[in-house]
T-cell receptor, first 111, second 115 residues
């Protein structure tokens, strides 16, 4: 069974820091990798999607990279803000329509 | 544009009562559909997925069932709820009929509390 691991599980930082969240997967034959944000008690909001043929995607202060050979993806958050506080989840696509998620990184950015 | 609707947002049900959560997708056809559960402090657990009408795959044995009576409708059910069924249930869809998955989209979730 494919596994998705996210490190760290929790992160608490002061405002303004640059952050790196990691996602690793055991099956290198991935298709897409997507990063989500989840606020408490809410659904998932898509942040970035990296197609299997791509190496990275950028949106504002967010940059996500994908290294299929090592089975890793990294979400980089520049100049963090308190509004970035949330749980960040990565998912990897698969055949047969399955979606596999990591357990997430709970981020707290304090002013 | 595509949208996904999930309801109700919050539900409190007694143990032993039935359950029906509904999810519909608009603006696309032949989507892959998914039901996830997120227990407190835990990750997202895939419960069911469907690649077409009447085609349901179960990831874990449990007290729940799923049905897809129409192309863009996905229903999560239970005949008798257990306390352990409490959690946050999320419906999702992705584009179907493709070997390579594309972007996934999520509903806003249903908070189920079994008392």
């Amino acid at each position: 069974k494919q596994e998705v691991t996210q490190i760290p599980t929790a992160l608490s930082v002061p405002e303004g820091e640059n952050l790196v969240l990691n996602c690793s997967f055991t099956d290198s034959a991935i298709y897409n990798l997507q990063w989500f944000r989840q606020d408490p008690g809410k659904g998932l909001t898509s942040l970035l999607l990296i197609q299997s043929s791509q190496r990275e995607q950028t949106s504002g202060r967010l940059n996500a990279s994908l290294d299929k050979s090592s089975g890793r993806s990294t979400l980089y958050i520049a100049a963090s803000q308190p509004g970035d506080s949330a749980t960040y989840l990565c998912y990897r696509g698969s055949t047969l329509g399955r979606l596999y998620f990591g357990r997430g990184t709970q981020l707290t950015v304090w002013p | 544009s595509q949208t996904i609707h999930q309801w109700p947002a919050t539900l409190v049900q007694p143990v032993g009562s039935p359950l029906s959560l509904e999810c519909t997708v608009e603006g696309t056809s032949n989507p892959n559909l998914y039901w996830y559960r997120q227990a407190a402090g835990r990750g997202l657990q895939l419960l069911f997925y469907s690649v077409g009408i009447g085609q349901i795959s179960s990831e874990v044995p449990q007290n729940l069932s799923a049905s897809r009576p129409q192309d863009r409708q996905f229903i999560l059910s239970s005949k008798k709820l257990l306390l352990s069924d409490s959690g946050f249930y999320l419906c999702a869809w992705s584009r179907g009929r493709a070997r390579v998955n594309t972007e996934a989209f999520f509903g806003q979730g249903t908070r189920l509390t079994v008392v």
